[in-house]
């Protein structure tokens, strides 16, 4: 709806863009829960308007009004049902009131609400500000929402921006002088409580409190101006640091854990970091980065998502060093020798805490009060944090000592570090196993696991997404190499089966008869060492991988073809036996020839890659059929 005459003073009506349309009515009519974050929105976007005039002046003396007071002040009117909130702030220029209140940020935000939406789980106002629309919350409680805002630019005039939030906005010239924003609320019917000073005061002390400006309701100060990471640790009250980590983690529960870093020497730095209890949505999405908050002796200077590797991203918090310069810009924070060593030290003191968690988990575990943030951890962040083995080399052992998988010898549902399953290694085992799957009740029943249950062999049964991406790159644990049950060339311990099986019959004439059955289908068809009660299994030829994997790389580069498998065929089998004998009789080549498919669409079957199974059905009919006939001739 742009108007054909442009002039400069009347007000211009724009139209929002479709998807912010679409945004702005899930926002209205879906959000139910905590609509008090709507001012702690307004609240952070005036402190970071504060936080960047007061960067620029670090460089520029032209800025408007370069003595005002760094500072938010709100209004609330009962009478008129208005809440305003105004700051001292950067402001905007008319060219960022329409590209900043009329776009959405992220562009995955939309179609992540509307599937959540539509998956049936509630919108809560606490995902709002983790995706950029923060200002749009004010909607949920205002039926119209006017901007006054004055750059800081002194060239740049004042603009208002006023929406009801159904489609349009227009933009026009104010005659305002002061720099900074002032945002007005007219407060819907059902949410007019947001105009009682009592009730704001309440919800600034509940999110705002550690605002780095002063909030000021009614001409006082309500929030605590305070940087508790400077604090000495014995000072800190338990309580302030949960209300602390709830304002910088925007969460409403308490933390898991805290850690307050005090270094002083080559590299001087303090920080307060936390481990929440619970991942945050969006967690997993590749867009997720959720930054620490970095300060130059105090002074705010930028999220910064360098400070610790994508596999500690969970991690929220405060990092203040004294080795920056104020006036630091991104690019150089990036390359910082400084924030490099911070960060290496941070990393350090995270898998430390972490190690202590798991070490007080094992000592109290079977008393009365098991110590259970390990596992909540591990539960909550597990999978993030394994990627942790492929990306940190130099963390690589500290890392591997912290994961946890299930196995064989462990409950459904339960864990074993790497370090208790060597510790269980049989007299002679040089290998840890593994078998990789969808499911623990899945992996259980594949007949490549029947002789490691029938010599009580432990395997490490991966059932975690991320953990095909990660386990088979690990060549080692200490100086244990790390196989997979399902390749070829597995090395096992004692081979009991081969020995048992010849007895009898012409082996060598079956095998050969199996290779051209299935020729171009299998890579090779040979004796098996690790079948105890099934006929036959399919395993990894040289250079191939695990099938779990194989499906997992198809479904990301679909064309992919599956490399052959090795036959393996279990020669102590009563069928195979049988197959024996029968191989020696020509007119029964075409009973071979069918028990030969049907082994092996078995055991495709079991390894969930049939693509035939109405033949499967066929042929074992058929077998049925001669099994049940009451005169049919000894097969
Ligand atoms: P975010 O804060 O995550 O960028 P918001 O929806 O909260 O997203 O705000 C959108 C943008 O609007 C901000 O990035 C900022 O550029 C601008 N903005 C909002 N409030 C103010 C303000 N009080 N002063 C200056 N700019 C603001
Ligand atoms: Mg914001």
Redesign the pocket.
């Known amino acids: 709806m742009e108007p054909t005459t442009p002039s400069v003073e009347a007000p211009q009506e724009h139209a929002f863009k479709a998807e912010m349309q679409q945004l702005l009515h899930l926002l209205i009519h879906s959000l139910y829960t905590h609509q008090d974050i709507f001012l702690r929105?307004?609240i952070?976007?005036?402190s970071?308007?504060l936080n960047?005039v007061r960067f620029r002046m670090l460089t520029d003396r032209e800025v408007r009004d370069a003595e005002a007071a760094l500072r938010i002040e709100l209004t609330a009117d009962p009478e008129a049902g208005t809440l305003t909130?105004e700051?001292t702030?950067?402001?905007?220029t008319a060219t960022?009131l329409t590209e900043?209140?009329g776009t959405v940020?992220s562009s995955g935000t939309l179609s992540f609400l509307q599937e959540m939406k539509q998956s049936g789980q509630p919108l809560d106002g606490e995902m709002i500000?983790e995706f950029?629309?923060?200002?749009?919350s004010a909607f949920m409680v205002a039926e119209r929402v006017v901007?006054e805002?004055c750059p800081a630019d002194q060239n740049e005039p004042a603009h208002r921006w006023t929406s009801d939030g159904a489609g349009t906005y227009t933009v026009e010239p104010i005659d305002r002088q002061q720099r900074?924003?002032r945002?007005t609320l007219h407060l819907r019917e059902q949410a007019h409580e947001y105009a009682q000073e009592a009730r704001i005061r309440h919800v600034i002390q509940k999110y705002s409190n550690f605002i780095d400006f002063p909030i000021a309701l009614g001409g006082t100060q309500v929030n605590t101006v305070e940087a508790l990471w400077r604090k000495p640790k014995g000072e800190l009250v338990p309580e302030e640091v949960k209300a602390f980590y709830q304002f910088v983690a925007h969460d409403y529960q308490d933390p898991l854990g805290h850690l307050h870093v005090k270094v002083e020497g080559t590299t001087t730095f303090r920080a307060l970091l936390f481990v929440p209890a619970q991942a945050p949505p969006g967690l997993f999405r590749d867009d997720f980065q959720r930054k620490l908050h970095l300060y130059a002796a105090g002074v705010f200077i930028q999220d910064n998502s360098d400070l610790l590797p994508e596999y500690l991203r969970f991690i929220r918090g405060v990092v203040d060093t004294e080795d920056l310069p104020l006036n630091v810009s991104r690019e150089v924070t990036q390359e910082s020798p400084s924030l490099r060593k911070i960060s290496k030290i941070l990393v350090n003191r995270v898998l430390s805490l972490l190690r202590d968690w798991a070490e007080a988990e094992r000592s109290t575990a079977g008393s009365d009060e098991p110590d259970t943030r390990y596992a909540t951890f591990f539960e909550q962040f597990g999978a993030l944090f394994k990627l942790g083995i492929n990306t940190d080399e130099g963390n690589r052992e500290a890392i591997l000592d912290l994961l946890r998988y299930e196995s064989t010898h462990t409950e459904a549902g339960a864990y074993t570090s790497l370090q208790a399953y060597v510790d269980r290694m049989q007299e002679g085992q040089e290998t840890i196993y593994y078998a990789l799957g969808d499911h623990r009740t899945v992996l259980e029943r594949t007949p490549n696991l029947e002789y490691f249950k029938k010599h009580n062999v432990e395997v490490l049964l991966l059932t975690d997404p991320v953990d095909v991406f990660t386990f088979p790159y690990l060549a080692t644990y200490q100086e244990y190499p790390l196989q997979s049950i399902e390749k070829a060339d597995l090395d096992l311990v004692s081979s009991d089966a081969v020995e048992e099986a010849s007895t009898g019959g012409d082996q060598e004439a079956l095998l050969a008869r199996m290779k051209t059955v299935l020729e171009g289908r299998v890579q090779e068809v040979r004796p098996s060492k690790r079948l105890v009660d099934s006929a036959a299994t399919l395993v990894v030829g040289s250079g191939g991988v695990d099938r779990h994997m194989e499906r997992m790389m198809q479904m990301m580069n679909q064309g992919l073809s599956s490399a052959p498998k090795v036959l393996e065929v279990n020669l102590g089998h009563p069928l195979i036996r049988n197959l024996n004998h029968l191989v020696a009789t020509p007119d029964q080549d075409a009973t071979v020839v069918q028990a030969i498919e049907q082994l092996y669409a078995g055991a495709l079957l079991l390894e969930g890659s049939l693509e035939d199974p109405a033949s499967f059905v066929e042929r074992m009919t058929a077998f049925m059929v001669s099994a049940t006939t009451p005169d049919a001739p000894p097969a």
């Open positions: 929105e307004l952070s976007n005036a970071d308007a960047k909130i700051d702030g950067i402001g905007m960022e900043r209140l940020a500000g950029g629309v923060g200002f749009y901007v805002t900074g924003t945002i």
